[in-house]
């Protein structure tokens, strides 16, 4: 009784917070950085839930995927500084390498 009991109440809470974050993507214009926290929030409670077995993990996975899907229809992601990572800027200064070829094709020529 106790586990299903405070089961219950996460699976509201997740609920609750799934709720908000779809709102917030269909609903009322609202700020970008708040759509994208909410959303966060309940991708999070999703995962939470799903690691301490409440959920099944292909549930939470099916609900994060609807609501990523939401989000991507409104072209909302996280701005990432330019510059960082494999795709910024940075890489894109750098020209690309040409292949080398390998030992196999060297030996086939003679």
Do not use: C, W, Y
């Amino acid at each position: 009784m106790r586990r299903a009991a405070r089961n219950r109440g996460v699976r509201s809470e997740v609920k609750t917070l799934v709720v908000k974050a779809r709102k917030s993507l269909v609903g009322p214009p609202v700020a970008e950085s708040e759509r994208f926290a909410l959303t966060l929030e309940a991708v999070r409670a999703l995962d939470r839930a799903a690691s301490k077995g409440v959920l099944h993990r292909n549930n939470a996975a099916r609900r994060k995927a609807r609501l990523t899907k939401q989000m991507a229809k409104l072209a909302i992601a996280p701005v990432a500084p330019a510059g960082k990572g494999k795709k910024g800027a940075a890489a894109a200064a750098v020209p690309a390498a040409k292949p080398v070829p390998s030992k196999s094709a060297a030996s086939k020529k003679k």
